[in-house]
Nanobody, 117 residues
Framework: VQLVESGGGLVQAGGSLRLSCAAS????????MGWYRQAPGKQRELVAA????????NYADSVKGRFTISRDNAKNTMYLQMDSLKPEDTAVYYC???????????WGQGTLVTVSS
């Protein structure tokens, strides 16, 4: 499975961005997916996750009410709609996918989001 993120960039505080994660390869094996981020000097953290059918989601407390995760399995693509962005949201955002049974974990290369104050 290969994951490719897109949609990062520079935005002013209060603005919005939409990240996409396109999956290819053995996509039939993908189960849960998620978005992680890593800010300079900090550990990578979970931002949001979504189950295989999209029926269940969970969010980090810091992004609840501002970010929305979704996926379109027909397009093998996951999204992260980010609204009301804050400077502390600045980070490299990574797409993550787990295979059925959590036997394998896949990562994208990351996309940089920079929020200016």
């Amino acid at each position: 499975v290969q994951l490719v993120e897109s949609g990062g960039g520079l935005v002013q505080a209060g603005g919005s961005l939409r990240l996409s994660c396109a999956a290819s390869g053995s996509t039939f094996s993908i189960n849960a997916m998620g978005w992680y981020r890593q800010a300079p000097g900090k550990q990578r953290e979970l931002v949001a996750a979504i189950t295989s059918g999209g029926g269940n989601t969970n969010y980090a407390d810091s992004v609840k009410g501002r970010f929305t995760i979704s996926r379109d399995n027909a397009k093998n693509t996951m999204y992260l709609q980010m609204d009301s962005l804050k400077p502390e949201d600045t980070a490299v955002y990574y797409c993550n996918a787990e295979s059925v049974g959590a036997l394998n974990t896949y990562w994208g290369q990351g996309t940089l989001v920079t929020v200016s104050s």
